[in-house]
């Protein structure tokens, strides 16, 4: 019987993620203080993150994920309010950036005792925006829970002229190296041989 699994994620899109691979698994969000230390790196941060929150919960295996959308070196998180977002968005017209997710699995039973860890990089390409864009976009309320406040499987893919690396991991779940470290962890994907 596979090993039992639990997301430590509120976010709904993490969850349907790991759907699309067909694990069964509990979901017991962390709640975890995700500031930003002063002068901290953003692979340093969305790696400390991610690894705090897979250690806040209790389960067989663990997954914890962090998303960040950095610009110029700056962390852009999620944003405070619709004023935030729309600073976000204004910044990030017309630019590129990139998106950092840190995925860490932990296995604490028995003497298998494990804490895997993966930062994965995609770089996004939005387009010029126009004001009324940005107010439109702030106004549907997509924007606020966020990094970086957009969606890019969302009304904010109309916003996203390129990428390059993994879709999923803009989305939060970077799905390759996910499948990767559950199985390194020991948890039996369900294309392996039983
Ligand atoms: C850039 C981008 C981010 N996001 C989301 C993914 C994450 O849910 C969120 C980043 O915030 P996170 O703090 O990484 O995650 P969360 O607070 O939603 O959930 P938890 O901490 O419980 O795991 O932004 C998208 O859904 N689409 C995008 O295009």
Request: aromatic residues 4%; hydrophobic residues 45%; contains cysteine.
């Amino acid at each position: 019987m596979a090993p039992h699994l639990v997301l430590a994620s509120q976010s709904p899109r993490r969850r349907e993620l790991l759907a699309q691979l067909g694990l069964a698994l509990e979901v017991r969000p962390a709640h975890t203080d995700e500031s930003v230390r002063p002068g901290e790196p953003a692979r340093d941060y969305v790696l400390r993150v991610a690894r705090e929150k897979a250690r806040a919960v209790a389960g067989e295996i663990v997954l914890a994920a962090d998303t960040a959308v950095v610009l110029g070196g700056e962390i852009l998180g999620k944003p405070a309010d619709a004023a935030d977002a729309a600073r976000m968005l204004g910044a990030l017209s017309g630019t590129r950036h990139d998106v950092l997710t840190a995925v860490c699995v932990r296995r604490v039973s028995g003497p298998l005792g494990v804490e895997l860890d993966a930062v994965v990089r995609s770089e996004v390409r939005f387009a010029m925006l126009t004001p009324a864009q940005v107010a439109w976009y702030v106004a549907t309320g997509e924007p606020l829970d966020k990094a970086g406040a957009y969606a890019i499987q969302g009304a904010g893919g109309a916003f996203v002229e390129a990428i390059a690396g993994s879709v999923s991991n803009v989305v939060g779940l970077p799905l390759a190296e996910t499948a990767e470290l559950l199985r390194r962890a020991g948890y039996p994907m369900p294309w392996e041989p039983r």
